[in-house]
């Protein structure tokens, strides 16, 4: 029943930018905390970003100058804006929410969306 799909993503050249979204049902939204990660083949899922309760937010290593991650309650919808794109930027990106403190940690997390491409090229 808990459910977080995530959309926006796609291909877009170096320098562009892209708004991923991810709607959530079955879990109180606006209870929980959340981060965005990323994934190439290969690699560990990496901390993208994430926000807590309050509404405060943290980026991954030099990721806060081009990201940013916010959130509507009433949509029940988490974003991740992501501007001036590198091609080192190109994974599966995954939305997660937890009901408790924010974490950078991939299994302290509770709920997973499927995961989206973005491809970014040079």
């Known amino acids: 029943q808990v459910q977080l799909v995530e959309s926006g993503g796609g291909s877009v050249q170096a320098g562009g930018s892209l708004r991923l979204s991810c709607t959530a049902s079955?879990?109180?939204?606006?209870?929980?905390?959340y981060g965005w990660f990323r994934q190439t083949p290969g690699k560990e899922r990496d901390f993208v970003a994430g926000?807590?309760?309050?509404?405060?937010?943290f980026y991954g290593d030099f990721l806060k100058d081009r990201f940013t991650i916010s959130r509507d309650d009433a949509k029940n919808t988490l974003y991740l804006q992501m501007n001036s794109l590198k091609p080192e930027d190109t994974a599966v990106y995954y939305c997660?929410?937890?009901?408790?403190?924010?974490?950078?940690?991939?299994?302290?997390?509770?709920?997973w969306g499927q995961g989206i491409q973005v491809t970014v090229s040079s």
């Open positions: 926000m807590s309760w309050s509404g405060n937010t």
């Open positions: 079955g879990l109180p939204f606006s209870k929980y905390t």
């Open positions: 997660a929410g937890r009901d408790g403190v924010w974490t950078t940690y991939v299994d302290q997390y509770d709920y």
